[in-house]
């Protein structure tokens, strides 16, 4: 009975920002993994950044150091990701996941997911 929900997407030209928003609620955990990815047309699911469930220490891909930045507070609800320097190759549906164990960058290991928040980079 969890479910996430994103907020936050939208329309921005290349080098503006967005910040998305995860709610969780339900039978939801601070101590689970959480994690963004994202998927663009004919795409796979690709990992973006996740914060883990001991610690709360964040990780990302390489294709989003230094631009985008995961965060929340202990209860990690909700869950934020803002993005800086935005490209058009980050266009993409953004989706926030969960999961009570397992890696942070397959999503094959996160057992929630929301419905997917769509971002357009315009060049």
């Known amino acids: 009975q969890v479910r996430l929900v994103e907020s936050g997407g939208g329309l921005v030209q290349a080098g503006g920002s967005l910040r998305l928003s995860c709610v969780a609620s339900?039978?939801?955990?601070?101590?689970?993994?959480m994690a963004w990815f994202r998927q663009a047309p004919g795409k796979g699911r690709e990992f973006v950044a996740a914060?883990?469930?001991?610690?709360?220490?964040?990780e990302y891909a390489d294709s989003v150091q230094g631009r985008f930045t995961i965060s929340s507070d202990e209860t990690k609800n909700p869950l934020y990701l803002r993005m800086n320097s935005l490209k058009s190759e980050d266009t993409a549906v953004y989706y926030c996941?969960?999961?009570?164990?397992?890696?942070?960058?397959?999503?094959?290991?996160?057992?929630?997911w929301g419905q997917g928040t769509q971002v357009t980079v315009s060049s």
């Open positions: 339900g039978s939801f955990f601070s101590t689970w993994n």
């Open positions: 914060i883990t469930a001991l610690g709360g220490v964040t």
């Open positions: 996941a969960a999961s009570p164990a397992g890696t942070t960058r397959n999503p094959s290991d996160y057992d929630y």
